[in-house]
């Protein structure tokens, strides 16, 4: 790599429950290097054994990224975050060698949205392990539907539609026990987790990451052909980010919508299901949104002071 190349690299990295990707941009915007590894969340910050993990996490993609050139800003958008960075700052800048102010963090949807609209343009919804609706207002200000973390909701995600399918397998079992051998959304799902017996269910739904669970998900809609039951919980998947996006509607007036994120790619039905439950002047896309390709070209506008102000 010239010297002039590496005089100019912005570091974007887009951290979610199931993958972490990031980028490196070079002058003009273009992309250099890119790699994935394991998912990230700052709800991981909670505890010892997840700070732990993020640190180990931070090492991996500094010994990826050091081996295409030093960075000179870094644009992160983690799932999860809430606007407290002092130690993430410190602890990525350490394993890149920056100084922290160098790097800013965000929440991942920011940059995802970033990537999709020019601020007041759209609504994204989001649908990883967990779901949002997000807009960000011409004036820059962010605002949310959803998004509050697979315990309290997160409707349409990966982990609710993982969450549904074993609920409703456990309920049909406590009705008719055995019930589940004529399933092949149960068979499916007993494969992923292990087992038949509840031991492996309740294990891997209270005892593995969200971004594990989310995982799942998968197995659901690659039955949903063959099991009513699958298709079913995909389509009010549908029908979940849907009143994500009514309820930015209601609130700023009608704008495009962008669909994005894994678990929105899982199956037709839920692409359908939402565009058919929206108001019918609202049109959708879905866009395999790159989200670290933007984090990583508004890192570049970091090392200039000028921060991008539209899509990228």
């Keep these: 790599m010239h010297e002039s190349e590496i005089d100019a690299l912005g570091l974007g990295i887009d951290a979610g429950g199931t993958q972490t990707r990031w980028a490196l941009a070079g002058p003009g915007g273009r992309i250099v290097a890119e790699g994935t590894t394991g998912g990230l969340s700052a709800l991981q910050m909670a505890s010892s054994d997840g700070r732990e993990a993020v640190q180990a996490t931070f090492a991996s993609i500094a010994g990826e990224v050091l081996a295409h050139g030093r960075p000179h800003a870094v644009r992160a958008g983690l799932t999860g975050f809430g606007g407290e960075s002092d130690m993430l700052q410190r602890w990525l800048g350490e394993a890149l060698g920056l100084d922290p102010q160098a790097l800013v963090f965000s929440n991942d949807i920011e940059i995802a949205y970033l990537a999709s609209f020019r601020p007041g343009d759209g609504y994204l919804v989001y649908a990883g392990t967990g779901s949002i609706g997000a807009f960000i207002d011409a004036q820059g200000g962010f605002h949310r539907a959803g998004g509050r973390g697979v315990v309290l909701d997160d409707g349409g995600g990966g982990f ?53 669970v989310g995982k799942l998900a998968i ?94």
């Design 219 to 312: 197995a659901v809609a690659a039955t949903a052909e063959r099991d009513p039951a699958a298709a079913a919980i995909l389509r009010d998947a549908g029908q979940e980010l849907a009143r994500l996006a009514i309820a930015l509607v209601k609130r700023f007036g009608p704008r495009p919508v962008a669909l994005a994120g894994r678990a929105a790619e899982l199956h037709p039905a839920i692409v359908d299901t939402m565009r058919a439950a929206l108001p019918p002047d609202i049109t959708l896309s879905q866009t395999g949104v790159r989200a670290h390709y933007a984090a990583a070209r508004l890192a570049l506008g970091q090392c200039s002071h000028q921060e991008p102000n539209k899509a990228i």
């Design 160 to 212: 609710w539609i993982a969450r549904e399918a074993l609920r409703h397998i456990w309920r049909v079992e406590d009705e008719r026990p055995g019930a589940w051998e004529s399933s092949p959304m149960a068979h499916a799902v007993f494969q992923h987790v292990g087992g038949s017996d509840w031991s492996f269910s309740r294990q891997f739904i209270y005892g593995r990451e969200r971004g594990e």
